[in-house]
């Protein structure tokens, strides 16, 4: 086993925080002072440990392989959204088909803990998906495409395919989470060989998706969100929507001035705790 590890300064705990929310294999500390936090995340291959490293600076080293997952998971109780989704940690098995039979006039997605992020309790998630869902109920009967931006487990996605999307693009800059992502699609029905959804590494400031989307989500860090607005917001087609979400309460408005000078329009924001989430409109 590889532990990626980084010190960091203590006021940016909540980004590191909502970064490595529902991964399993992440550990923050706070260190003796208080001015200082140590970020480690155990990965199974020196590969892994080495994408956090080429992204975020650091250190890698190997040490002896634990199951660290079977030692911290806890399995919570399933996320209801609208009542059109329920989000379990549940994999495959007896629990998991108690669920289907409970909630049978629902989508059941099963996200079991694995070194990825996006389990559906974050706020910023749980906020997005219920966005999600309302699009997608005033979208029914309509053809409608669905965009991903910083996909994590590939929550997001799966949920907009079960909501009706027909083509999803989702990517993500972490090689570890998008493994753990695809397979979550493969566990939840969402084929990636029908070249109707690509689940895909990539940057931000890189990555090109094909085409345009009706919806859209970025659930990112909102410097990020801030620097990307230029090549985000075109990808969005007239009319269509931008979810965006990561953003802590203080970091709304410069994220909404930015959205606005692209031309997006933005309806009342969602905060819920210390994070913002909101639905912007294209207009421009």
């Known amino acids: 086993m590889w532990v990626w590890s980084k010190l960091s300064a203590v006021k940016w705990m909540d980004a590191w925080e909502e970064r490595f929310y529902g991964n399993q294999n ?142 999803i693009a989702a990517m993500d800059y972490d090689e570890t989470a998008v493994g753990v992502a695809r397979r979550n699609c493969e566990r939840n029905g969402l084929s990636l060989e029908d070249g109707r959804a690509v689940m895909e590494v990539g940057d931000i400031f890189e990555w090109e998706p094909a085409g345009r989307f009706e919806v859209a989500v970025a659930n990112v860090f909102s410097d990020v969100l801030i620097a990307a607005m230029p090549r985000m917001v075109p990808w969005v087609k007239p009319q269509g929507v931008l979810i965006v979400s990561g953003i802590l309460n203080e970091q709304w408005p410069a994220v909404r001035e930015a959205g606005e000078r692209e031309g997006l329009v933005f309806a009342e924001p969602l905060p819920r705790g210390k994070w913002t989430t909101a639905r912007g409109v294209r207009v421009g």
């Open 26 to 167: 992440a550990v923050i500390t706070l260190l003796k002072g208080g001015a200082n936090l140590r970020i480690e995340v155990y990965n199974e291959s020196e590969e892994e440990a080495e994408t956090l490293r080429d992204y975020w600076g650091g250190s890698v080293r190997k040490i002896v392989k634990e199951d660290w997952v079977a030692k911290s998971a806890v399995v919570k109780p399933p996320l209801k959204i609208r009542n059109e989704l329920v989000v379990t940690m549940e994999g495959d098995g007896p629990a998991l088909e108690k669920l289907r039979e409970e909630y049978g006039d629902r989508h059941v997605i099963s996200v079991p803990p694995e070194m990825a992020f996006g389990t559906g309790d974050h706020p910023t998630t749980a906020t997005c998906l219920r966005l999600l869902v309302d699009e997608a109920r005033q979208r029914r009967g309509t053809s409608w495409d669905f965009l991903d931006l910083g996909s994590g487990s590939g929550l997001l996605a799966i949920a907009a395919r079960h909501l009706g999307a027909e083509r």
